[in-house]
């Protein structure tokens, strides 16, 4: 390896050492996080590799470990010095609550002056050691010379559990929260030497925690995570790097990155909600074709509420399955309900055949069901156990009629929605595998508070979708359009009267809209009219009156035209949400 750690020779990367994005994903995955945390831009941009551990450190941190495990309630203070110390750096810029409670060096002198009154529950919070500012002298410390506060829980206390005897439910975590919010202080460290909690709480944002655990740092096989702790939390970290390049500058900028998967994520899973009730509405009318009820006593409101109730369900599993709150690693659970398994299989066999060839299969929707009763009612079998968990979202009398056919195609494009977010714009634009481990609870209420923005209906003539700005396009009737087009003398001023009467919808400028409304060539019309009939069930005179229209049409998460027949079901912009004024609850409030 070379001197700066980075594995390379002559700028060929060395055979058997991870590149900089697989050391990441590597660390990534061995860290519990909850809330917006580092994203894998900018922590390659930050770090192309990890920092390096020298020789004789990572020698000292084996000794130390070895020592520590030895006997970890009496070896604690030793260890927990030890990494603030030698292996973080920290040295002279450490100052302890109390001095004899480090051996490794720091400043003495107390820590009452960051202590944080919390008069409702009888106590305070009171930090057991702070990274201070270099060359802070001892009667000039104050909050902003603050970088990071520290907690040292007893042995054995992980800082994610509650603090055993005390009537408060606020875990060491979230009284770090607390007290870096009443101090202004961004960062805190919260540990009992096992388990290493980075807590970051900026003002006005939701709160991130990322646990380390400490018990396999000696082995090579987890040395990425020793390499990655210290490379976020050494003393340059703090004031050795341009400001841009601090750590909360880095998570700020993520946290930019966050938000931007959080609009994307919403926009999906709203269309994919959009293409479920439009399956819904297929499976109805293939029921009512053969003499069967159908959806004909359901409200099209309450097929849409169950549509959202199926969506997040699915982003509750896949939650669930990701934080282990779910036994995602027993052998009959990823064969046979795993939520998040069922799409790599559907992937494969749309590689093996076709995206089409799932359109005549039912077999993944009746799994997604039998994963809900199985959540709800519990599973007892010697291979498999799980709890009832109850629950309204997924009780199955809420919805009784959903057990439809609904096509595997669909469900494929369900678990897209909510697994794959495409973020970026043009040339920019990407697909990224979305971690639950890393989606807060904040995320999640976020997107249920874009569904409630939209309400089901169903169709009196014919209605297509418009192109538009995402969450805002319209859903207008073919024959508005084709009355509009008959009022127009050509093809410009039909763009210009439809960029005026949907510009708030964002559809476009009139020289724009032109452009998509012009005649296609002879093998693009071929393919428009494909598309056309395959969406109206292979009504040929229908497909012709829509052909003028199908540039501005937009698709579906299938990449077809989003076309809804005379009674079908579909999904459009209600005035529900802003008339009744709900909205879901902040985790602040909370």
């Known amino acids: 390896m070379t001197g700066d750690g980075r594995g390379y020779r002559g700028g060929r ?14 660390w990534l995955g061995l860290v519990e996080v909850t809330g917006p945390f580092l994203s894998l831009p900018v922590l390659r941009a930050a770090w192309p590799t990890l920092d390096p551990l020298d020789s004789d450190l990572r020698d000292r941190l084996r000794r130390a470990h070895a020592a520590w495990l030895d006997g970890p309630a009496a070896g604690q203070p030793d260890w927990v010095a030890f990494v603030l110390t030698d292996l973080l750096g920290w040295d002279d810029a450490l100052r302890w609550a109390d001095p004899r409670a480090g051996t490794g060096g720091g400043l003495g002198g107390g820590l009452d002056f960051l202590a944080v009154p919390v008069p409702e529950h009888d106590t305070a919070i009171v930090p057991s050691f702070a990274l201070l500012t270099p060359g802070t002298p001892d009667g000039e410390v104050k909050p902003d010379t603050v970088a990071c506060l520290g907690l040292v829980c007893p042995p054995g206390a992980a800082p994610t559990a509650r603090v055993s005897g005390s009537d408060w439910a606020a875990t ?20 009992d030497g096992r388990f290493w909690a980075l807590v970051w709480a900026p003002a006005g944002k939701s709160t991130t925690t990322a646990v380390f655990d400490a018990v396999g740092w000696a082995d090579a096989a987890e040395r990425h995570v020793v390499r990655a702790f210290v490379s976020l939390l050494a003393r340059r970290r703090f004031f050795g790097v341009p400001d841009e390049q601090r750590l909360t500058a880095l998570l700020r900028a993520s946290l930019d990155r966050q938000e931007d998967i959080t609009e994307a994520l919403g926009t999906q899973v709203r269309r994919a909600t959009e293409l479920l009730v439009a399956a819904l509405s297929r499976a109805d009318a293939r029921e009512r074709e053969r003499g069967g009820p159908g959806l004909s006593g359901v409200d099209a409101h309450d097929v849409y509420r169950g549509a959202v109730a199926v969506m997040m369900r699915v982003v509750f599993l896949l939650f669930a399955e990701e934080r282990g709150l779910l036994p995602a690693g027993n052998d009959l659970y990823a064969a046979a309900y795993s939520a998040g398994g069922l799409r790599d299989r559907l992937e494969r066999r749309a ?6 060839d799932l359109e005549h299969g039912y077999a993944a929707w009746h799994r997604l069901l039998a994963l809900f009763n199985a959540v709800y009612h519990g599973v007892d079998h010697p291979r498999l156990r799980l709890h009832a968990h109850d629950g309204s979202i997924f009780d199955p009398a809420e919805f009784g009629w959903l057990p439809l056919n609904v096509d595997d195609r669909t469900v494929l494009h369900m678990l897209r929605a909510v697994q794959v977010v495409q973020v970026g714009t043009g040339k ?39 192109i538009g700005r995402d969450g805002a396009e319209d859903e207008v009737a073919l024959a508005d359009l084709e009355a509009l087009a008959a009022t127009t003398p050509d093809l410009p001023a039909l763009a210009a009267a439809l960029a005026d009467r949907h510009k708030d919808s964002g559809i476009g400028s009139p020289r724009a809209l032109a452009r998509r409304l012009a005649p296609p060539g002879d093998a693009d019309a071929v393919e428009t009219r494909r598309r056309l009939l395959a969406v109206t069930g292979g009504d040929y005179p229908l497909a012709e009156r829509l052909a ?26 209600s005035a529900l949400r802003r008339n009744t004024g709900t909205h879901y609850t902040p985790r602040e409030l909370a």
């Open 13 to 26: 990367r060395r055979p058997g050492v991870p590149d900089g994005a697989a050391q990441h994903r590597e």
């Open 351 to 356: 590689r093996e055949g076709s995206e089409h």
């Open 172 to 191: 060491p975590t979230d009284r770090m929260a607390h007290a870096l919010r009443a101090t202004g202080v961004e960062l805190g460290l919260v540990t």
């Open 428 to 466: 920019n634009r990407e697909a990224r595998t979305l971690s639950f481990r890393s989606l807060d609870v904040d995320q999640i209420g976020y997107v249920y508070e874009g569904l409630l923005s939209f309400e089901g209906f169903r169709a009196d003539a014919v209605m297509v979708g418009l």
């Open 548 to 573: 003028p229209f199908a540039g501005i049409l937009r698709a579906d998460l299938r990449d077809l035209p989003v076309v809804i027949l005379p009674g079908a079901l579909y999904v459009t912009e």
